[in-house]
């Protein structure tokens, strides 16, 4: 069975472009959460989707980040324009049920670098 | 505000010794309790977590947890350390209730576990 796998691994883009991530969550899985980790920071939660529909996106920065799940099926996060303090590793998770004991699977993160 | 504390930047520990990565959390309330591992250029995996019951859990690649209730504390340790355990530990905590707004974990910063031959 497949993990999770994010795209791309790597990016390097100029403050005010435009960037975005994808996600594929394991297949089945019906929440879907993004992660940022700054350089020398904590993992910071960005938000949760169960299905296409957004649960919980009180960790999103700003209006300069949109996040998408639709058909419940992969997700997109758009950072548009970027700044500096977007640079870092994004990670996205998935995982079944309705119970806050269940683990997370990750993907791999999609380091993000803007300059 | 609710924070986990990782104290330890980097713990470097002779193969074959005893390891313990520390973790303390304040967080409202009872949460559950998750260890997260990330060997280089992967991601975060799953070590084992604490929900209820005994306070000592036992996860994967023969690490355990013990959880301290008055210490709030739930410091992840290993018998016996090999090389290839060396890797980026996470502490994390999540909120026991299952509110549709509140699945999300908190995390530590992350130890450095180095194991030496």
């Known amino acids: 069975e497949a993990g999770v796998t994010q795209f791309p691994s790597h990016s390097v883009i100029e403050k005010g472009q435009t960037v975005t991530l994808r996600c594929d969550p394991i297949?089945?899985?019906?929440?879907l959460y993004w992660y940022r980790r700054v350089m020398g920071k904590e993992i910071k939660f960005l938000l949760h989707?169960?299905?296409?529909?957004?649960?919980?996106e009180s960790g999103m920065p700003n209006n300069r980040f949109l996040a998408e799940r639709t058909g419940g099926t992969y997700s997109t996060l758009k950072v548009q324009p970027a700044e500096l303090e977007d640079s870092g590793v994004y990670f996205c998770a998935s995982s079944q049920g309705r119970l806050n004991t269940g683990e997370l699977f990750f993907g791999e993160g999609s380091r993000l670098t803007v300059l | 505000a609710q924070s986990v504390a990782q104290p330890e930047d980097q713990v470097n520990v002779a193969e074959g010794n005893p390891l313990t990565v520390k973790c303390t959390y304040s967080v409202s309330g009872n949460p559950y309790l998750f260890w997260y591992v990330q060997y280089p250029n992967r991601g975060l995996q799953f070590l084992l977590k604490y929900i209820t019951g005994d306070n000592l859990v036992k996860g994967s690649y023969g690490f355990e947890a013990e959880f301290n209730k008055s210490q709030t504390s739930f410091h992840l340790k290993k018998p016996s350390a090999l090389v290839s355990d060396s890797a980026l530990y996470f502490c994390a905590v999540r909120d026991r209730v299952n509110a549709g707004n509140n699945r999300k974990l908190i995390w530590g910063l992350g130890t450095s576990l180095a194991v030496n031959p």
């Open positions: 989707f169960v299905k296409e529909s957004k649960q919980d």
């Open positions: 297949s089945g899985h019906d929440n």
